[in-house]
């Protein structure tokens, strides 16, 4: 039974490091700052960066469910005063924003059924550290070495599997956008996601790596009477 609640807050935590570190990066207003420098998205929409800065604020209040719509936002763009997204942007936010929800409630869920399965492991008086050090170790080891391999195919064409991505999650077209007329391809252009994606990619690699070798130094260093009592 030890071994089922174990894995089971190993994958738990596992959902967390996964889902975490694509919130983080998405709501990480200095990555924004940087990637629009470092790709001139202000001369490519024709905007103030402090006007652009603030119609990303007000975009990913939207996807934290801080504001109802983004219909009503209005920017100065090459000069004029005009709504800053269009009819189809709107449409695919909505389907994005469904996306985040999920997310957090991944996130939300996996964090407090950990927190219910470890009390559940004090209650029957396991060996606590022993056994999450062991699950916890294999599960993410395993994860990492599948996540190298599809890192691996998507680096080789990252459109096409950003393409992929997208007829996976969406079941319409409204992700399809023209950058002659949407501002928001040109806000997050491909590189953009590409940046991200590396962003994402290392949180989770580190806070994997943390937690695996924190777990072999305790597996290795522990009281060898322990796992006698295991």
């Given at each position: 039974?030890?071994w089922?609640m ?21 709501f ?10 470092r ?9 103030e ?5 603030r119609v ?8 934290r469910?801080r ?9 100065v763009?090459?000069?004029e005063?005009?709504?800053f ?7 695919h936010?909505?389907d994005v924003?469904?996306l985040?929800?999920?997310?957090f409630?991944?996130?939300n869920?996996a964090f ?7 009390f559940?492991?004090v209650?029957?008086k396991y ?14 080891a ?7 391999l599809?890192?691996?195919v998507?680096?080789?064409n ?10 996976i ?6 992700w ?10 040109n806000m ?18 580190a806070?994997s ?7 072999t130094?305790?597996?290795r ?10």
């Open positions: 039974m030890r089922v174990g894995y089971s807050i190993a994958l738990c935590l596992l959902l967390i490091i996964v889902s975490q570190s694509i919130i983080f990066p998405t990480f207003m200095p990555f924004y700052r940087w990637q629009y420098q790709l001139d998205v202000a001369d490519t929409v024709q905007m960066t402090d006007e652009l800065m990303t604020v007000e975009l990913l209040d939207y996807m469910n504001r109802d719509s983004i219909a009503d936002i209005r920017a763009v090459a000069g005063e005009r709504w997204f269009s009819e189809i942007e709107i449409k936010m909505v924003l469904h985040y929800d999920i997310a409630m991944i996130r869920v407090f059924l950990m927190l219910g399965l470890i559940g492991m209650l029957f060996k606590i550290l022993f056994v999450l050090s062991r699950c916890c170790r294999e599960v993410l395993g994860f990492l070495l599948l996540a190298a599809l890192a691996v998507i680096a080789i990252f459109e096409r599997a950003f393409d992929i991505f997208h007829r999650f969406f079941n319409n077209d409204y399809i956008l023209d950058p002659r007329v949407d501002l928001l391809i997050v252009p491909i590189y953009f996601f590409t940046h991200i994606s590396i962003f994402i990619a290392a949180l989770i690699l806070s790596l943390i937690i695996i070798i924190a777990a130094l305790y597996l260093y522990m009281p060898r009477t322990w796992f006698n009592q295991s």
